[in-house]
């Protein structure tokens, strides 16, 4: 049975819509001519109003903001296609160039891929898409179970909104870290989970899709996940997502928390023998531990609620950590540990958490969280009141949470944890980063994470103060930080989460990330000629990583993660760019007082 909103009790309460279905018998030729000319009138007068207002869209990492004279916030995929098409006609009639993104409220990005109006030329129109307003469910299709929604709703809400109709996301961990990303964003990021069973991204679980393309025409593709993943909006802009979903899954999650002096075998013998799903992994190696979240499906009725509370750690301990954060950075020489003091109770705060009275019962072993799928996989800066009670209060607004990321071939994971001890045997002190393992299945698509290959991801985010960002000082232990992004990068080909990797990792780490794609990356342009051929969709950094072209080198440009130094002065006040300490072909910057060498 199909379900569509005007039947369905799922979408009662929703404004009235049509389903895909409809959508696909709406959009014939007749139809289209009939709407066409009152369409492209209302656009012109848009076009012309295009550039007055300055308008913001805030970042959800803390980092810049997009800030932009044009956004437009369509409702429809039909809206869309009118605004790509008229801006399409406008070029093709006049030459004006466009340079046409999408975004969302709070998105989940930190680099110039996602804003419009950052680094375009003189000569380029930029036109940020809202897609705020594209957060509704559509459909429910019983009989293929698939549910169809559009591609602005974020993660936390489609996970809660499944859950409410005892459904979840299919697989086991698909959803991203992050759950304020959206579907759309997390499809063309090759966003992704940790699985051994299946795939870690919603892209392979893809039924079909609605992509704008850049003429302005609607494509429904059926082989969304091969074509979207990794696309970076480079095709156009994904409106809608019809994605399988099953019966709402119970996890348990057993947390291992061990010594890290064999972490390889450790690991490997969780895989080979535990039976698990899904396996994530967090590594502090200053305290020469490391915690293990191992993922088995549990009967449904197994007591326990347990949710990600990852961001949403104890008010009185948010509150007090912008000052913490700041004071370390302000102590280049490590010299007073307020970092080991938070690294070490962050360790071991909850990373899971049930409420009141839904705790496990005796049958379950210890350290044991039981809980749904939808809450388990992404972590928030909302939820209940018992969890957050104190408004705007996480993680990411109490400090500076600056995710990294990189992929490696899962068989050179044993060799690069080597090289990675090494260069943290320089910190002698506490760097103000864990590191987190995720592990992702092969894919098909040119620029997935990690296409043609199984590949461990290598989370390196680093905590800061946002008032320190703003003095312009570096993040404590940069040198340390930066030798193991330039290493794991172009020693392992370590390829960079598309939202999460900083400016410098596209454009200006000593390797050319299009190498790192080989083949690949040549199909991709291919493929991105047909969708696009107006370049309405392409950015300005992204072309950088076309032509392989350098950073824009200024000075400070180290401490605003937009380089890797080359001289002193890219390191800004007190810091040298000087050889790394095991790979002295990668600079970094490193306080000019570090000259003596002390234990804590």
């Known amino acids: 049975m199909v ?40 656009m012109e007068i848009k076009l012309q109003d295009l550039g007055r207002e300055l308008q913001t869209i805030r970042s959800g990492l803390g980092w810049k903001d997009c800030s932009c004279r044009a956004v437009l916030r369509p409702k429809h995929t039909e809206e869309v296609a009118d605004i790509v098409l008229a801006l399409y006609r406008d070029h093709q009639t006049s030459g004006q160039k466009y340079l046409v993104r999408a975004t969302s409220h709070e998105f989940v990005s930190h680099n ?101 393309d850049g003429t302005g025409d609607i494509q429904i593709l059926d082989n969304a996940g091969q074509v979207l993943e990794g696309s970076l909006g480079m095709f156009g802009l994904v409106t809608e ?33 535990s039976e698990a ?31 990600n509370v990852r961001l949403q750690q104890p008010p009185d301990w948010l509150m007090e950590l912008p000052d913490r954060v700041f004071r370390d950075q302000l102590d280049l020489m490590d010299r007073e540990g307020h970092m080991c003091e938070v690294i070490g109770e962050l360790s071991h705060l909850p990373y899971f958490l049930h409420s009141v009275g839904n705790e496990p019962d005796e049958s379950t072993p210890p350290d044991t969280a039981i809980g749904w799928l939808n809450q388990l996989a992404s972590a ?16 990411l607004t109490a400090a500076k949470f600056t995710p990294h990321e990189l992929a490696i071939n899962s068989q050179d994971f044993s060799a690069w944890l080597a090289d990675a001890r090494a260069v943290l045997r320089h910190a002698l002190g506490c760097p103000p980063f ?41 993040v404590k232990f940069t040198r340390i930080h930066d030798e193991l992004l330039q290493m794991t990068m172009c020693k392992y080909g370590g390829r960079p989460a598309w939202a999460y990797a900083s400016n410098r990792l596209l454009r200006g780490a000593p ?30 950094l992204f072309q950088d990583v076309i032509y392989r072209r350098g950073p824009v080198y200024y000075p400070g440009c180290a401490v605003r993660l937009d380089c890797f130094c080359t001289t002193d002065d890219h390191c800004g006040p007190d810091h040298e760019c000087v050889p790394g300490n095991e790979f002295p072909q990668y600079r970094v910057c490193a306080p000019v007082t570090d000259k003596s060498k002390f234990e804590l």
Not at 113 to 138: F, N, P, Y
Not at 440 to 454: F, I, K, T, Y
């Open 380 to 395: 928030s800066c909302s939820g209940a009141a018992d969890i957050a009670p104190v408004p705007d209060l996480c993680l």
């Open 112 to 212: 110039n891929l996602s804003c419009a109006c950052t680094g375009i030329t003189a000569d380029t129109r930029a036109v940020v898409i809202d897609m705020s307003g594209l957060d509704k469910i559509l459909e429910f299709n019983d009989e293929q179970e698939t549910v169809t929604i559009q591609a602005g709703i974020t993660f936390e809400a489609l996970e809660r909104t499944l859950l409410e109709y005892d459904m979840s996301l299919p697989g086991v961990v698909v959803a991203p870290e992050l759950g304020a990303m959206t579907l759309g964003a997390a499809i063309v990021t090759s966003a992704h989970g940790s699985s051994l069973v299946g795939p870690a991204t919603i892209a392979q679980f893809l039924h079909s899709a609605l992509l704008v």
């Open 241 to 273: 997502a019809t994605i399988y979903v099953q019966k709402k899954k119970k996890m348990a999650v057993r947390q291992i928390q061990s010594e890290d002096f064999d972490l390889v075998a450790d690991l490997r013998d969780i895989i080979d023998n």
């Open 434 to 474: 864990v590191l987190n393992f995720r592990f992702v299945g092969e894919s098909d698509a040119p620029l997935a994470l990690s296409s043609g290959r199984q590949v461990v991801a290598i989370e390196m985010s680093t905590l800061s103060s946002h008032r320190a960002e703003r003095d312009g000082l570096h």
């Open 3 to 42: 379900c569509v909103l005007e039947t369905c009790p799922l979408f009662r309460k929703m404004p009235l819509r049509k389903g895909r279905d409809c959508i696909q018998l709406g959009l014939t030729i007749a139809l289209m001519f009939l709407l066409l000319a009152s369409a492209v009138a209302e």
């Open 277 to 307: 799903l899904a396996l994530d992994v967090t590594w502090n190696p200053t305290a020469g531990m490391y915690q293990a979240r191992v993922w088995h499906e549990t009967d449904a009725v197994s007591r326990g609620d347990a949710r």
């Open 511 to 540: 390797c050319a990330l299009r190498d790192l794609y080989s083949a690949s990356f040549e199909q991709f342009l291919e493929l991105r000629a047909t969708y696009d051929p107006a370049e309405l969709f392409l950015p300005p």
